[in-house]
């Protein structure tokens, strides 16, 4: 009998170290700053800036036209515009398929007129989703076009930027989108029209050198990459040690490249007091 009794006694065993939770993919997110894991669902709630360290996550073009337009609803330019692949460089075609399908977008920018606390814009808002928010002639064009938009609707203008830079697979084509959105922009300001600069992680190569730094407002999100060669290279060319803070917003800020530093959480609150500041009012035309 007190055998029997022994023989059917279940005793806990230890899981071997390549036992695999069941987690649904996507379910936590690790902070790649404090290294605070989370559950998704909060850290969108929270804007998807950490609340442990403040580091503000990437967002999806999509992602930041929810949280700045109001109520989300974008007169989207231009929507079926798509890059090709004008110098047959190797491999080229097939990444732009690839980089459609992870992103779920065309190209690297979304435009469109839309509203932000009652007043209406012009916005651009890139997407570091697709192919790094590299700039090619699909997103130096959009960009063109909705600077001129802008300007024949007389609304302010405000564009979103995040790129490594320009898109090699596109060589001089994408350089000249430099040119073209900095003449388009030229244009523009001389006419009287208000263009924001919201500067986002990372803005860097001919995007930060073309139409990212020229507004009449420079705003940028905590900590935000912002430059045109990186780090590493500027430190090999130059033979010295940069500051720990190099090239951040905060950085930037200090050394008079930006205007503001402007937390998630405040950044509509803070478009829209400039956007009123820059309307003119009927009551004040009229005399009233």
Not at 36 to 47: A, C
Not at 61 to 82: S, T, Y
Not at 233 to 253: C, G, H
Not at 266 to 274: A, I, S, V, Y
Request: with cysteine.
């Amino acid at each position: 009998m007190f055998k029997d009794l022994f023989h059917k006694k279940k005793y806990a065993t230890i899981p071997s170290k390549n036992t695999k939770r069941d987690i649904p993919e996507g379910l936590m997110n690790k902070c790649p700053k404090c290294g605070t894991i989370q559950f998704s669902k909060e850290l969108e709630k929270n804007l998807k800036v950490c609340p442990s360290c403040g580091h503000h996550f990437r967002l999806s073009a999509w992602e930041r036209i929810q949280l700045i337009i109001d109520d989300g609803k974008l007169e989207e330019f231009d929507a079926r515009m798509v890059s090709e692949d004008p110098l047959g460089f190797p491999g080229y075609a097939d990444k732009l398929e690839q980089q459609k399908k992870n992103s779920g977008l065309l190209d690297g920018v979304v435009t469109g007129q839309g509203a932000i606390g009652g007043f209406p814009v012009v916005i651009a808002v890139m997407s570091f989703d697709f192919f790094s928010g590299s700039m090619g002639s699909v997103v130096g064009e959009k960009i063109t076009r909705a600077i001129e938009t802008a300007m024949e609707r007389e609304l302010p203008l405000l564009i979103f930027s995040t790129s490594g830079g320009a898109r090699m697979q596109e060589s001089i084509l994408s350089l000249m989108q430099m040119a073209k959105t900095s003449a388009a922009l030229a244009k523009f300001q001389s006419a009287g029209g208000l263009y924001i600069s919201v500067l986002t992680d990372p803005t860097m190569g001919g995007v930060s050198a073309s139409f990212a730094m020229l507004g009449d407002y420079n705003l940028a999100e905590p900590a935000a990459l912002v430059g045109f060669a990186g780090r590493i290279v500027i430190e090999q060319t130059i033979r010295q040690k940069l500051p720990d803070n190099f090239q951040t917003a905060e950085f930037n800020m200090q050394h008079g490249q930006i205007d503001k530093v402007v937390h998630r959480k405040d950044l509509k609150q803070m478009l829209t007091k400039l956007l009123d500041m820059h309307t003119v009012r009927e009551d004040a035309v009229h005399g009233g």
